[in-house]
């Protein structure tokens, strides 16, 4: 954190004792004169000076506190992408070895109920045991039937949808 910020802070804080102060001088002044006329240039300047440097501070107060804790969630947003980014690699894992188990499935004649998944990148479509689409990983993992609907081509390669 450097000096300004927590001048800042400082700053803050002041401004508010500093308005809080205002508000009672302004209270006690009204409170010392008895006719009404008198007491409103008390309460108007006192009151609302006071309450203007409470808000200013405020503000001072969750600016810095912001700043503070900016610095502090940088640490924690970098380890928490790093996270993101394991767990994805896992995903990427996960979806890989799912294709596999049920391209072993097509192969053991079992029933596939919900139709191929295949990876869909921007303009064709694969198995998900292709090698092209092996190595990317801005392909998007769609049944068969969304994929060729969406337009795009059929991998030439791995045939999806054809005969293996
Ligand atoms: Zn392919």
């Known amino acids: 954190m450097n000096r300004f910020a927590k001048l800042g802070g400082l700053l803050g804080i002041a401004y508010c004792i500093a308005g809080f102060v205002l508000v009672f001088l302004g209270w006690n002044g009204a409170a010392s004169n008895d006719s009404a006329s008198a007491q409103f240039p008390y309460l108007i300047s006192g009151g609302i000076a006071g309450l203007g440097l409470v808000v200013v501070g405020a503000a001072l107060i969750v600016a810095h ?70 190595d990317q990983s801005d392909v998007v993992a769609m049944p068969l039937e969304e994929a060729a609907a969406s337009g795009r081509a059929a991998c030439r390669v791995c045939n999806p949808g054809g005969d293996a």
Request: net charge negative; charged share 20%.
């Open 65 to 134: 506190s912001l700043r503070t804790d900016r610095v502090e969630l940088r640490g924690s947003i970098d380890d928490l992408r790093s996270a993101i980014e394991h767990m994805s690699a896992s995903a990427g894992t996960a979806v890989a070895s799912t294709g596999s188990s049920a391209g072993a499935n097509r192969l053991a004649g079992t029933d596939n109920v919900e139709g191929d998944v295949v990876l869909a990148g921007a303009e064709s479509y694969h198995r998900t045991t292709c090698s092209l689409v092996a």
